[in-house]
């Protein structure tokens, strides 16, 4: 299946780096049953369908190293932002 970018060889790219806990970052993951989470640009909720299998995207967001919050998206939605803070993994 191709991901949100069209693109289906993101899994096979290089391999996250070992200071890759100190960047922000994005990584597409299902969305799962009893979400709470509200969307960081619509402000809706992030809501599990258990008709369509949804994705969402969820930031840790770093600032000068340090990590500031944790920001989740609608898929669609965090296209919107021109990949914030990156590809989603
Ligand atoms: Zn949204």
């Not at 289906?8 to 979400?35: H, K, V, W």
Request: hydrophobic share 35%; proline share 6%.
């Amino acid at each position: 299946m191709a991901n949100i970018l069209g693109r289906s060889d993101l899994q096979t790219a290089d391999p996250e780096p070992a200071a890759s806990n100190s960047f922000s970052r994005a990584a597409l993951r299902p969305i799962e049953a009893g979400s709470y989470v509200d969307c960081a640009r619509c402000r809706q909720r992030v809501k599990f369908q258990a008709k369509i299998r949804l994705m969402q995207v969820i930031c840790n967001v770093y600032d000068q190293g340090r990590w500031v919050k944790v920001e989740h998206y609608h898929e669609s939605c965090y296209l919107e932002t021109d990949l914030a803070y990156g590809p989603p993994s």
